[in-house]
């Protein structure tokens, strides 16, 4: 009967050790958004050789051992790695179990010796910014945009001279109404008398 393993083997192999040139990471991002399931391409170079027990794991920026994973996928074996596709792999990481913070972390290919055979550029989780999107407008676009400014500009100084006129009427009959006010109390005077 065939033994079970929940964890990964690892080593306290020195990060100086690790020949992390033997599976290189492919089309990493430099972030990926949080909620959303992550998948790691990786080719295998020419003379490396997988076995079953190989794991690709998310780690920290900054780790020391193999131990220090965030969490792992074990990796699949391809059928024949004579093939040219069986050397491109993939493996995809479910959302739940991928850190929540903006830290850098890494993938790191570990052996079934706890031996770290490749690790990728760092990356970050975390939410698109403003700044990472890019838009793209066509000059007719940009002149529609333009004409739509232009007479949008127009109307607000129509609205602005309206509103200066409409000010300086509401003045002049505040001050007929003012005068024609002091009128009726110079009548009612009169007729008090």
Not at 165 to 177: C, G, R, T, V
Request: charged share 30%; aromatic share 12%.
């Amino acid at each position: 009967m065939e033994e079970t393993i929940k964890d990964p083997p690892t080593s306290a192999v020195l990060l100086d050790h690790c020949h992390f040139s033997q599976v290189i990471f492919n089309s990493v991002e430099k972030f990926y958004i949080p909620g959303g399931d992550v998948t790691c391409h990786y080719t295998f170079t020419q003379h490396f050789i997988p076995r079953r027990k190989d794991w690709i794991g998310i780690f920290r920026v900054g780790w020391k051992t193999t131990r220090e994973y965030y969490t792992f996928m074990w990796v699949t074996l391809p059928i024949d790695l004579n093939n040219k596709s069986a050397k491109q792999q993939e493996v995809q990481f479910k959302a739940y179990y991928l850190p929540k913070d903006d830290e850098y972390y890494q993938f790191c290919y570990v052996d079934e010796d706890g031996v770290v055979r490749g690790a990728s550029i760092p990356f970050q989780f975390r939410p698109e910014n403003e700044e990472d999107i890019l838009v793209v407008t066509t000059q007719g676009e940009v002149e529609e945009i333009e004409q739509h400014n232009k007479e949008l500009c127009k109307e607000n100084q129509e609205l602005k001279d309206s509103c200066v006129s409409l000010q300086k009427q509401n003045s002049d009959m505040q001050a007929e109404l003012q005068k024609k006010q002091e009128e009726l109390e110079t009548l009612q005077s009169i007729n008090k008398k």
